[in-house]
């Protein structure tokens, strides 16, 4: 953010905010920040209770560089502390200054909203990247897509953008709802529905239901963006229909409104033709999966629905490569060779776990002769996660696995029903480090997916900080 030009002045907070500031006159902020560890100068530091209070580093905000905290009437100043706005809740607050952020948009601007069981994020990030060839873009940080992340995405919001993109997500039905009334998208997308979160409701039609609310914010006539071949696109195009809005399918299937032709995969990425309408548009992915490729599907309905130059924008598209814990890929330089590490780490659930021993399968075996598959937990899947977790085993076959490791009481079911050809070692996460440490070589290609409680994270910064050498596969 420039600091010559704020993201929030002074009378622009009060009338949001509803409240005069205490301790001064009032001050201009250039950022929002609910973490102290990593709070800019110039932000406006809002105090949520999480897991912990955050009336408890308030002080710690100031003495960051904060210029304003926003905090609870009861909140008692400290010595040191510079402006406060004081509200009744915070959170409302900081929906309260979402939605002015949202407002004050430009009639021209353009919203993008991204829900789905899986490929919320790499479709955000698509679409980011996408717009920002066209024009001022504005997207949700990480996987900011809750109670506290939308609105907080939104609050960051500069007014001069041309292009918001907000992922919103949802573990309860209700929960989409008023976050897309919020973000009022102009378009939106339901990536997939999946089994996830089954512990949270009774069918994943049910799944369905909740995450069809997200039509529930686009205008008249605004783009329901459907995966074509979902079980539940008719269900979902059925929410669309009776909000008025307009459902447009996309998938690989040719009688989907958005569709793929001459597809080809590869480790490397992936080309197609995007078939939009009367138009056609070939697009390489510098991103490896089928699943990849679908979701840019989902980006190109959502780039013309919104009216933007469709070939620019899917350009970006060449030269994006998949983020860290979501297909990053990394070199390791082992005593006489190399290996590849592919790093799925962030999240898990049945749909994105095939889909990445699918694009494990992808690398050809005279690069990386050796297949592993380090498999931990997929979570909040309730009683079904036995069978489900077991059912990866046709996925590990197609993939032509040669090696499964697993972690986790879940992924037990998975490592039971594998030929003990398979079986590389199960043990606990933080052991997994130390033992795939000890039995790789040179010529593997290893792939680490769980959920990210399962903490397998820290077994792919254990081998990345071991062996060394990091960077993009060749």
Not at 285 to 301: K, Y
Not at 313 to 335: C, I, K, W
Not at 413 to 438: E, V
Request: a neutral charge; proline letters at 5%.
């Amino acid at each position: 953010m420039n600091a010559m030009k704020p993201l929030w002045t002074s009378s622009q907070l009060i009338a949001a905010l509803g409240v005069e500031p205490d301790g001064g006159d009032g001050v201009a902020v250039t950022g929002i920040s609910i973490d102290t560890r990593t709070l800019q100068a110039g932000d406006l530091f809002v105090a949520l209770k999480d897991q912990r209070d955050g009336h408890e580093f308030v002080s710690t905000a100031f003495k960051a560089g904060a210029a304003a905290a926003l905090v609870s009437t009861g909140y008692t100043r400290q010595p040191g502390d510079g402006v406060l706005f004081r509200v009744s809740d915070p959170l409302a607050a900081l929906v309260a200054l979402g939605r002015a952020a949202r407002a004050r948009l430009a009639p021209e601007a353009r919203v993008i909203g991204v829900t789905g069981s899986a490929g919320k994020t790499g479709t955000k990030e698509m679409l980011r990247t996408c717009l920002s060839r066209l024009g001022a873009t504005h997207a949700s940080e990480k996987s900011y897509n809750n109670h506290w992340g939308v609105p907080l995405t939104l609050a960051r919001m500069p007014e001069d953008t041309r292009f918001g993109v907000f992922e919103i997500g949802m573990n309860h039905a209700g929960e989409i709802r008023p976050l897309t009334k919020m973000v009022r998208p102009h378009a939106a997308i339901v990536t997939t529905v999946e089994a996830v979160h089954l512990e949270h409701f009774p069918s994943v039609a049910a799944i369905a239901d909740a995450k069809g609310e997200i039509f529930e914010g686009l205008p008249q006539g605004g783009a329901a963006i459907i995966k074509f071949d979902n079980p539940h696109a008719r269900r979902l195009r059925a929410i669309a229909d009776i909000l008025g809005t307009k459902p447009v399918t996309f998938g690989f299937d040719a009688a989907a409104d958005v569709h793929a032709s001459a597809f080809r995969a590869s480790d490397d990425g992936s080309d197609m033709t995007i078939n939009v309408r009367d138009k056609s548009y070939p697009v390489h992915l510098a991103m490896p999966g089928r699943h990849i490729a679908e979701n840019a599907l989902a980006v190109a309905a959502a780039l013309d629905a919104i009216g933007v130059d469709v070939e620019m924008a899917l350009a970006a598209l060449a030269d994006l490569a998949p983020p860290s814990g979501r297909g990053a890929r990394s070199v390791l330089q082992l005593g006489g060779g190399e290996a590849l590490l592919i790093d799925e780490s962030y999240n898990a659930n049945p749909a994105s776990m095939k889909a990445a021993l699918a694009t494990l399968a992808t690398v050809p075996r005279q690069k990386y002769g050796r297949r592993i598959a380090v498999l931990g937990d997929m979570l909040e899947l309730g009683s079904d996660a036995p069978a489900l977790h077991a059912g990866l085993k046709d996925a590990v076959d197609a993939a032509e696995v040669d090696l499964v490791f697993a972690c986790g009481p879940h992924m037990q079911n998975l490592y039971d029903a594998l030929p003990a050809a398979k079986k590389g070692g199960y043990s606990p996460a933080s052991a997994m480090g130390d033992i795939l440490a000890s039995q790789l070589r040179p010529g593997d290609v290893v792939m680490i997916k769980a959920s990210n409680g399962t903490r397998l994270g820290a077994v792919v910064e254990r081998l990345k900080a071991q062996f060394g050498k990091q960077g993009a596969a060749a």
